[in-house]
């Protein structure tokens, strides 16, 4: 099995068959009758370059969905690439403690096959020479991070990526504990590419979870989980982020003035332990209009 590529038929994980050649990844596996659904993704942050290799369906980056019932398949194959970004994102959950180094320099080799950069190579000599203890990477982050992400190789991969790429590996985790060091006006950008692809309000919500508590201003947060009158959303924002400003957040809600989304709020029990009197009061006004 290859890292985060996960193949479902009617919600039951499918083992696949794989070769690798032409710096291709081939995976085949085959489809009993009586099925309804096959579910494919990948970690478009890893891969690229899809292709199926039999038949012909419309796809998303990372995801592909067919309907079983209406198309009678009994077999199932497609190639895939792994591009530039696979050492940008395994090296960033690495420095966030997702593997140990044994595991990532495993990866890291197995990928190797399919993106043959010699840099790479280089780079996990020298992980592989690290004496590093996993038990306590937090007292040794400092030489971690000159030794893997301060260098020429690093920066040069990070150079090509886009905001949409970035995007994407930090908000592949709910929270990290060493998020990208970004700037003001890059998360303010990194919000907007959020709200033109998919999964729009959890990735916002897991752009503030990943920098909650640093600093920055959340307002464009707060004034779109508002403006989308999405209880959800809002409930875990106000319940899971530590710097939100209920007050801003308050005042946003009278401004719009909508008595239903209100009364929603003030029914919402994640939401109404965080307000305190003022802010109900507030509220309670406007619904008593």
């Known amino acids: 099995m290859f890292i985060d590529i996960r193949i479902l038929i009617d919600s039951r994980k ?3 068959n794989y070769m690798i050649s032409n710096n291709r990844l081939f995976i085949s596996f085959k489809i009993e009758s009586n099925h309804k659904k096959l579910i494919l993704n990948y970690d478009d942050n890893i891969y690229d370059d899809f292709k199926i290799e ?6 998303e980056p990372g995801y592909l969905e067919i309907d079983l019932e209406k198309n009678n398949i009994n077999f199932f194959e497609f190639s895939i690439k792994a591009n530039y970004k696979y050492y940008v994102k395994l090296v960033y959950e690495y420095v966030n403690g997702k593997y140990k180094k044994e595991e990532l320099i495993k990866i890291l080799k197995s990928l190797y096959d399919l993106n043959k950069e010699n840099e790479v190579l280089d780079r996990i000599k020298v992980l592989e020479e690290m004496n590093l203890d996993d038990k306590f990477l937090y007292y040794e982050i400092d030489k971690l ?16 990526m886009t905001d949409y790429d970035f995007l994407n590996i930090i908000t592949y985790n709910i929270s990290s504990n060493r998020p990208y ?3 003001q006006k890059k998360l303010d950008e990194l919000i ?13 919500w897991r752009l503030a979870m990943n920098y909650d508590g640093m600093g920055y201003d959340f307002s464009k947060i707060e004034e779109y989980f508002v403006s989308i009158k999405d209880i959800y959303y809002l409930q875990e924002y106000i319940s899971g982020v530590y710097q939100k400003n209920l007050d801003y957040i308050v005042d946003l809600l009278i401004k719009q003035n909508d ?4 009364k929603k709020v003030l029914d919402n029990e994640l939401i109404i332990r965080d307000l305190n009197n003022e802010h109900k009061n507030k509220l309670y006004d406007i619904i008593k209009m």
Do not use: P, R
Request: glycine share 4%; charged share 40%.
């Open 14 to 16: 499918v083992d696949y």
């Open 54 to 59: 039999t038949g012909d369906y419309s796809y």
């Open 145 to 160: 991070i000159e030794e893997l992400l301060m260098n020429e190789y690093y920066d040069k991969l990070t150079d090509k």
């Open 181 to 183: 060091g970004i700037d």
């Open 192 to 204: 907007d590419v959020a709200k033109s692809h998919k999964d729009t309000n959890e990735n916002i």
């Open 259 to 262: 008595k239903d989304f209100i």
